[in-house]
């Protein structure tokens, strides 16, 4: 997880993402985003993994994964950022021009309680979020959509939840989160600091050695309902 964390455990829900170099873009077509599907679905064939969540934007995506056993996370991401690169290079004729992602992708521990509600919803919101659809159902390279909206095909991509689905899910996901709430995950990705209650990203930090991802004397105040 980034320099800071090396955990690589099964049974945990990681929220993994990455960004494009220099503010790029990653997908500028529909047909890049269907490219990026099929890796995740290769990648599926190829080392196990559960996928509970995704959102694919213009220059970063977010995955939310599930894995079963110690390792598999590194394996299926290393395969994904790999085939994505190789082909990205090879379709727009840039092969020895750098690296298209910033860095190693980002991989943050989530409790599954409703903090893993919480953590979906900002994932699945994204393109709502910055004003490409209205509802956060019709943005197609999401999770939620392949769940409403999707075929056979990009339903079985998908696995099931840890935690129970809240009956009002699709109402409660185009509602607009509180700030608070944004800018705490925000600060999780920022620190690859595990995302829970205190008591849990406690014991946490101390069983994996995260140590390192709660110090941060510089972090601003939030205040509540700012």
């Not at 299926?76 to 379709?91: E, V």
Request: net charge positive; glycine share 4%; aromatic share 12%.
């Amino acid at each position: 997880m980034g320099r800071a964390t090396r955990v690589d455990i099964g049974d945990m829900v990681y929220h993994v993402l990455n960004r494009a170099n220099f503010r790029s873009q990653l997908f500028s077509q529909d047909k890049h985003y269907r490219e990026f599907i099929d890796i995740l679905e290769e990648a599926l064939e190829l080392e196990p993994m559960r996928i509970l969540s995704y959102c694919l934007m213009p220059n970063h995506w977010h995955l939310v994964l599930y894995p079963k056993n110690d390792g598999d996370l590194s394996r299926f991401m290393h395969r994904i950022t790999l085939t994505h690169t190789q082909r990205y290079h090879a379709k727009t004729k840039t092969i020895g021009y750098g690296h298209i992602y910033q860095g190693r992708y980002k991989s943050i521990l989530v409790e599954q309680d409703r903090h893993f509600w919480t953590l979906v919803r900002y994932v699945e919101r994204n393109a709502k979020r910055a004003g490409l659809v209205k509802n956060v159902e019709d943005w197609k390279w999401s999770s939620i959509h392949a769940r409403l909206k999707g075929n056979e095909k990009q339903k079985k991509l998908l696995s099931r939840w840890p935690v129970e689905e809240p009956s009002d899910y699709v109402d409660w996901i185009n509602q607009s989160e509180p700030k608070e709430e944004i800018e705490n995950i925000r600060y999780t990705i920022k620190r690859n600091r595990p995302y829970g209650s205190e008591l849990w990203v406690e014991k946490t930090v101390k069983k994996f050695s995260l140590e390192s991802t709660m110090q941060d004397p510089w972090r601003p105040s939030i205040k509540k309902g700012t």
